[in-house]
């Protein structure tokens, strides 16, 4: 095996410390002039195939890819400035975006184009929670995977993936190529630093579109609605035990 | 699902605060290596690190902390004040009604209760109270006072308790008069920006509330959590966005303050511009609640700036830190809205007491904190992207990072704002907070430091006081904080620091007080930065408001 050539899928979504707002049609969440970022599950993945070659494992390359609008570009940028190598945007409108399946079959064209034998994937993106693309990846590649990672170690072309399961840890080995998606506790993603997101201008960024695959990614699903959990009631301040007592009894919980 | 998901991942690093939009400043402790507790509980309670060395743990025991009466056996309680008694208690059962209203503890033992009204956020003084009043309103206030007054009982009145300088907490047996009861808002106009809200809201509250409207409190400080913006415009408050928005002499429109003769102080106007006479709400602004109790406030909010990006460098002097504000005055300008300036052994002690990785590899002398905040992410963008490039390829800075999304913003801000908190790990922290010209700010720590090696009071093992000699500020405002994480009090550290540091200061016409205030730290070394006229005219002022003197005795001046 010559090394490891990984693909690595960013997503640009809604800033997770941001309270994301329903529109007011209620088909869909606010997204103008909204903080985005990196999906943070996408910055593990990222993270780790950085480690990998900082690990001297042979890594040949690290190749970011994202689809979305334009702005994508800049999670693009953090990718590389992180230590991707280069970066992939494929133009796809916001009213257009991706399914889960579509991501997988252009990640599959993809795969093809950059000869890539390992791709780290996040294991869901926290905009749509589908939790599907890197299992549809595996599926229409044929290539094994591991979900969750929490470890991972790649020796020769034998990776194996330590994943958090209910009441403990699973340990799966897999040859390449491979799919493997991230967890929490896979690592901690670093900071972008000064001179490396300088470097990461001058990284090559190519861009692409869905045609450019021979793909034409049509909707399958609808989105009825979108709604807000119902307000939480708000409490009441007792001014000592007496009252907490007389208000535990008038809400019938003594 | 989005909503648990979101919430594991904040799990996965520090944390965050879902509600307030724009860098919320909590230390939860989420994961297992962050260390200290939410500044809401942290800053009210005296801090001790309990047997794991974590800074949360169970609050100190209050006897650890000595009585400022012995700290300060020339303070003498004033003979001319009325001792309490079971009927004063009983006037004010009667007046303010809810049991909770009053903590009793001249016809009971209620020590423990009264214990967190009698100690400060230092540990560092503490008083003898046996009453503490909380009033819910204006008229509350204004009749307690008059009662005081008539009986000669002196008060301390009492926001968030997180004062730097002792003013917030009795000496001997003043009652304690605390705002935490009068916590609403009153009136909020979206199109002029012009909140008016009680004294006892707690900042963070205000800050939360506004950022629902797009709108943004014009102070900022560690103790947002705690402090009631009452506290905040008492002591005249600077904090982390003085540099943009200016100081509250500027920003606070309005006044409702009552005298101790019970006079409710009408001055809570929402007017931008009003030149009819005398501007007396400045008298309270920085007061210190020495003439007067601030019932309400009336303040001009800016609109909250949608685009903020935060930078953390590390630099190789302090002449370089000068250099980088330098720049990026010239080339962020209008977007500046914070230049702060640690050095490397604070950052060193968030580190080591949090457990959080440091944001750069490598050590550096100096370390920077920029924020912008801006209208348009784009034009922001291009403009600190051509700043950071400027500043790395001239050697101005040595390394640097840029936080990516909200969380690293929050990371970053937690390695400034988490230095107070960390330093009273070991057991307690002297505290200077002192305006100095910026090109000998930091001359000043070295200075310090030299003296406390010579003095052999600085050093590793428990054997010495001190720990360190810190210095980090608001280095946009000139404002430097000069802080000696200490083992314990002692009386040795304090004769090397004072009055050294006091005649440093004002050798170079600096302020010992920059944004802290006087209270009992700062009263007896006032002459270092006011002549002896103007504290003639502040006293005329005191003693035409308070002729009693009841208002926060032993204080001030
Ligand atoms: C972690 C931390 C960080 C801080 N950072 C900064 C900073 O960056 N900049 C800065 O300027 N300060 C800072 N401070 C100190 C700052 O002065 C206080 O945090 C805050 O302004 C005080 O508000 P408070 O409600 O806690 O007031 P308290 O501590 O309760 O009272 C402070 C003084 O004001 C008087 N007072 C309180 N409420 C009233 C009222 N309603 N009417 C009349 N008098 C009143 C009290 O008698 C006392 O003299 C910090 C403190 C902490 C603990």
């Known amino acids: 095996m010559s090394g490891l050539r990984i693909l690595v899928p960013v997503k640009r979504v809604i800033d997770y410390a941001v309270k994301p707002r329903v529109n007011r049609t209620q088909t869909a969440v606010e997204t103008s002039s909204v903080k985005h970022s990196m999906n943070p599950f996408d910055e593990l993945s990222i993270e780790e195939a950085v480690r990998l070659r900082e690990r001297k494992i042979p890594v040949e390359s690290i190749t970011a890819i994202s689809a979305g609008p334009p702005k994508a570009q800049d999670i693009l940028r953090t990718a590389m400035a992180m230590g991707a190598d280069k970066g992939i945007h494929v133009a796809v409108d916001e009213q257009d975006a991706l399914e889960p399946l579509g991501v997988a079959k252009l990640l599959a064209k993809v795969v093809q184009g950059e000869k890539s034998n390992l791709v780290i994937l996040g294991k869901q993106s926290i905009d749509d929670d589908a939790g599907q693309t890197g299992q549809m990846l595996a599926g229409l590649l044929g290539w094994a995977q591991a979900t969750q990672a929490s470890k991972v170690s790649v020796e020769g072309d034998s990776v194996t993936v330590v994943r958090e399961v209910d009441g403990g840890v699973e340990t799966l080995r897999a040859a390449l190529p491979m799919v493997v998606t991230t967890d929490l506790r896979l690592n901690e993603p670093r900071y972008a630093s000064l001179p490396n997101i300088m470097k990461a201008k001058k990284k090559p960024l190519e861009k692409k579109k869905l045609a450019d695959y021979g793909l034409e990614l049509g909707a399958r699903l609808k989105t009825v609605r979108v709604t807000e959990p119902p307000p939480r009631k708000g409490g009441v301040k007792v001014d000592d035990v007496d009252g907490m007592i007389g208000k535990l009894k008038e809400l019938g919980a003594l | ?557």
Not at chain 2, 341 to 350: A, E, F, P, R
Not at chain 2, 424 to 441: E, F, R, T
């Open chain 2, 1 to 557: 699902m989005a909503t648990s998901c979101r919430f594991a991942a904040s799990l996965r690093r520090a944390s965050l605060n879902a509600r307030a939009p724009t860098r919320p400043r909590r230390f939860q402790p989420a994961a297992v290596h962050v260390r200290w507790t939410g500044s809401t509980s942290a800053t009210s309670e005296p801090h001790q690190p309990d047997d794991k060395e974590t800074v949360k743990g169970a609050p100190a025991p209050a006897k650890a902390i000595t009585f400022t009466s012995d700290t300060y056996p020339d303070i003498q309680r004033e003979p001319g004040f009325s001792k309490l008694t079971q009927e004063h208690v009983e006037h004010f059962r009667e007046l303010l009604g809810t049991e909770s209203a009053v903590v009793d503890g001249v016809s009971k033992d209620a020590s423990e209760d009264i214990e967190p009204f009698n100690s400060d956020w230092m540990r560092k003084y503490r008083g003898h109270a046996k009453l503490v009043l909380k009033p819910q309103s204006t008229e509350e206030v204004s009749q307690i006072l008059k009662f005081c007054n008539d009986n000669k009982l002196a008060v301390v009145p009492q926001g968030g308790n997180t004062g730097l300088v002792g003013g917030s907490v009795p000496v001997f047996d003043e009652i304690v008069i605390n705002l935490q009861k009068m916590d609403k808002i009153r009136s909020f106009d979206e199109v002029s920006g012009i909140l008016v809200a009680d004294a006892g809201v707690i900042l963070e509250v205000a800050d939360n509330f506004l950022a629902e409207k797009n709108h943004i409190f014009p102070l900022d400080l560690g103790a947002k959590g705690s402090c009631q913006i009452g506290g905040n415009v008492a002591t005249n408050a600077g904090g982390l966005r003085l540099l943009r928005y200016g100081s509250l002499h500027g920003n606070v429109l309005g006044i409702e303050a009552v005298l101790p003769d019970g006079t409710i102080l009408d001055d809570l106007s929402t007017l931008r511009k009003n030149n009819t006479g005398y501007d007396l709400k400045q008298l309270f602004i920085g007061g210190e609640g020495t003439i007067g109790i601030i019932t309400g406030i009336s303040i001009l909010t800016p609109q909250r700036s949608p685009a903020i990006n935060v930078a953390y460098f590390g630099l190789a002097s302090y002449e370089k830190t000068q250099q980088a504000f330098r720049e990026a005055k010239g080339q962020l300008s209008e977007i500046l809205s914070a230049f702060e300036l640690m050095d490397g052994n604070s950052q060193h002690i968030v580190n080591k007491v949090t457990g959080k990785k440091m944001p750069l590899e490598g050590d550096h002398p100096f370390y920077c904190l920029i924020e912008t905040s801006g209208s348009n992410t784009d034009h922001d963008s291009e403009k600190l992207q051509a700043f950071l490039e400027h500043v790395m390829e001239n050697d101005i800075v040595e390394d640097g990072v840029l936080a990516q999304d909200q969380t690293q913003i929050q990371e970053l801000w937690s390695f400034r704002e988490g230095i107070s908190e960390c330093l009273g790990h070991w057991g307690g922290v002297y505290k200077y907070d002192l305006s100095l010209p910026i090109a000998q700010m930091y001359d000043l720590v070295n200075d310090v430091r030299d003296r406390l090696t010579k003095a052999k009071l600085i050093g590793d093992d428990d054997s010495y006081p001190a720990l360190d000699v810190i210095g980090y500020g608001h280095m946009g405002d000139a404002n430097l904080h000069l802080n000696i994480p200490v083992r314990r009090y002692d009386k040795k550290v304090e004769k090397e620091l004072e009055p050294y540091v006091y005649e440093w200061v004002q050798s170079r016409k600096g302020s010992i007080s920059a944004e802290h205030g006087l209270g009992i730290a700062k009263k007896a070394y006032i002459g270092y930065s006011k002549s002896d006229s103007m504290i003639k005219l502040m006293k005329q002022i005191k003693g035409l408001y308070d002729p009693n003197g009841i208002m926060n005795p032993y204080k001030y001046m």
